[in-house]
């Protein structure tokens, strides 16, 4: 009787909501010693993460759940990919039931990945690509009419010092403050390191003050008063970006179990997992506020979406590292989620508030090409980062070369092997546990070309990036810096 029981029990667990099972788990919890507890658990959380891990999960819908349904929307979707009317008063009064969203979502459905590989010229000159091939190395032709890289004239990260130089003092000074000291300490970790290895590269802050400054070219200049105000609020845009960045730092490190980060001990190894995560969740609480006091609801409604996006991505995590065998596409919609969505929502909110200034209202094809060009220059990103782990040292890189193989995870070179050497899907099951499954996994990437393939599709989404810049904003030494960006992210090696 109590096998039928316990049978009868995990069955209906297994067709109720995660709230439905805490009730019952509750209700329930006198048999606690009958019933296979760990077993139903265990069966709950693999259909949760099965269930979440859908591109067209209902955990993410963005219209209420049906009554009686057993998937309970909690989250409305707020995804931000959308065409602009120029009133946005008149936006905001169409829009008058408070669970619609104002911004349309990215279907996220084309990742270019047909055009990797040699033999597709044809392809590549549909996509009208940018860039060849050469000996393995990539060499991305500048869109036309856009100036050569000059250090004096359109360097990035020349361009963006005035405003980037001290993101970090300014957050750890004055963003970022509690009476707690431990708290304290932890939080701005990252922001008052005296070496400044623990800022980082700062990518995101530098694209959003050169998108600004390069739609500032576009409108009546910095000394109209309300295009200075707009600046002002877009370099506080750029702090919010580094914080939620900094804080999903900390969360990801904690799961990951990481030692390193930036050439230092990371958080938690400094201050123990749970202040490493309540400094993460401090940080995205004085974000928040902070992004609040912008007072623009499109631009709340994108840097919201971003941290929802941060959620779902290591929703998909989770999930691989328990089957070990991701499919390419769902890992890159993994990687939009981690990485490219802070970029594209940032790039494009700077660009809503810049518009914000600009009498002649929101243009829907800037904003569009600000969220295309955050959003192919974050996936380029995380690509390079892929390969990267298997090219680059510990001293370039910041943590342990071949980081992530040794950690089981199968990234872009892996997955470009599988798709050849499909005796590699074991290895990659087990997460490269037994003995020479990560050497046996180095020999099937380099016949298989898995770095170079990675390479190719970073290329790919820098090129899009690169044209959506170039043919949106208006000739200026922003607008090419923006592109000459696009390349640095390509051909890096830290």
């Known amino acids: 009787k109590q096998t039928n029981a316990s049978s009868s029990f995990a069955k209906q667990c297994a067709e109720r909501s995660s709230l439905s099972l805490l009730q019952s788990a509750v209700s329930h919890r006198c048999y606690s010693s009958v019933l296979p507890i760990d077993a139903i658990k265990e069966s709950i959380k693999s259909s949760l993460l099965e269930e979440a891990s859908k591109k067209d999960s209902s955990f993410w819908d963005e219209k209420p759940a049906m009554k009686g349904s057993p998937a309970r929307t909690i989250l409305k979707g707020i995804n931000c990919h959308a065409t602009y009317s120029v009133d946005i008063e008149q936006r905001l009064s169409d829009v008058a039931d408070v669970d619609t969203p104002i911004n349309k979502p990215d279907p996220l459905d084309e990742w270019y990945l047909d055009a990797v590989s040699s033999k597709h010229t044809n392809q590549h000159d549909t996509l009208n690509r940018a860039s060849k091939l050469v000996d393995e190395q990539n060499i991305l032709r500048i869109p036309e009419g856009v100036s050569p890289l000059d250090p004096n004239v359109n360097d990035p990260f020349v361009l963006s010092r005035p405003d980037v130089h001290d993101i970090s003092a300014t ?6 403050g509690t009476d707690h000291p ?104 004085r974000a928040s506020i902070c992004l609040a006091r912008l007072r623009n609801v499109d631009v709340v409604e994108c840097m919201s979406t971003v941290i929802e996006h941060l959620v779902r991505g290591e929703v998909l995590q ?26 594209a929502n940032s ?15 929101i243009s829907p094809v800037v904003v ?49 092997a599988a798709e050849i050497h499909k005796e590699l899907i074991p290895a990659m099951a087990r ?20 770095v170079r393939k990675t390479k190719e599709l970073a290329a790919i989404h820098a090129e899009v990036a690169m044209n959506a810049v170039a043919s949106a904003l208006e000739p200026s030494p922003f607008r090419d810096s923006l592109v000459h960006l696009a390349c640095r992210v390509v051909d890096r090696s830290r």
Do not use: W
Request: net charge neutral.
């Open 431 to 450: 997460k490269f546990k037994e003995a020479g499954d990560i050497n046996f996994a180095l020999r099937c990437i380099e016949e298989a070309g898995g």
């Open 171 to 176: 957050i750890g000074n004055d963003l970022v």
């Open 347 to 361: 790039c494009k909110s700077a660009a809503l508030l810049g518009a914000s200034a600009n009498g002649s209202g």
């Open 182 to 285: 431990v708290l304290n300490s932890a939080a701005r970790y990252f922001f008052n390191s005296e070496d400044g290895k623990g800022k980082g590269k700062q990518v995101r802050p530098v694209m959003v003050m050169l998108f600004s400054r390069a739609m500032m070219q576009m409108g009546t200049g910095e000394s109209n008063p309300s295009t200075a105000h707009a600046l002002k609020s877009q370099r506080r845009l750029a702090e919010i970006t580094e914080m939620i960045h900094t804080a999903s730092l900390f969360h990801d490190d904690v799961i990951d179990e990481a030692d390193t980060r930036r050439g230092q001990p990371a958080a938690h190894r400094a201050f123990g997992n749970k202040m490493a995560i309540l400094a993460g969740d401090y940080l995205l609480a």
């Open 368 to 416: 569009e090409a600000a969220y295309l060009y955050g959003k192919h220059i974050g996936v380029a990103f995380q690509l390079i980062d892929d390969a990267l782990d298997f090219e680059g040292s510990a001293a370039s890189l910041g943590k342990p070369a071949l980081a992530d193989l040794n950690a089981g995870l199968s990234t872009a070179p892996v997955l470009f």
């Open 318 to 343: 989770i999930k691989d590292n328990r089957t070990g065998v991701p499919d390419m596409e769902g890992y890159l919609r993994k990687n939009f989620y981690k990485t490219a969505s802070l970029m």
